[in-house]
């Protein structure tokens, strides 16, 4: 069995653990057309082959070994292992604490109230 097809077949799999090659392409932050082209025919060109297998390895890496049980879809833990969030929920929680401690800073300031109001800052209205 080729390099290629023993890629494809661990993608599949992969797909078929995330409901979907939209969510599989996600999870590992290449595109969809990508994923599902390479699903189709088994082939793409080396560099695209390369980032396929770097995210595949990223994804593999991140768990250990039996510590996930898929379910519907979600990916929960089994109790004494680790959990590893991928790099996109990462910077999506980046970007949430960064509005939230903007937000802790501007009512500390007295700029706003506890809803992000400007000039109400004090006022029980």
């Known amino acids: 069995m080729q390099a290629d097809e023993i890629l494809r077949r661990q993608l599949s799999v992969f797909v078929e653990q995330h409901g979907g090659a939209a969510q599989a392409a996600d999870a590992l932050q290449l595109s969809r057309i990508f994923v599902w082209r390479f699903l189709k025919t088994g082939k793409a060109i080396p560099r695209n082959v390369t ?8 994804i593999a890496g991140s768990r250990t070994v039996g510590s996930i049980v898929e379910t519907s879809g979600k990916s929960e833990k089994k109790q004494g292992d680790q959990f590893r969030f991928s790099r996109s929920d990462i910077a ?15 009512y500390e300031a007295g700029d706003t109230d506890v809803a992000g109001r400007p000039g109400r800052a004090g006022s029980p209205y």
């Open 92 to 106: 999506k929680m980046r970007l949430m604490l960064h509005y939230l401690i903007a937000v802790l800073d501007a």
């Open 51 to 58: 980032k396929l297998k770097h995210a595949l390895e990223g």
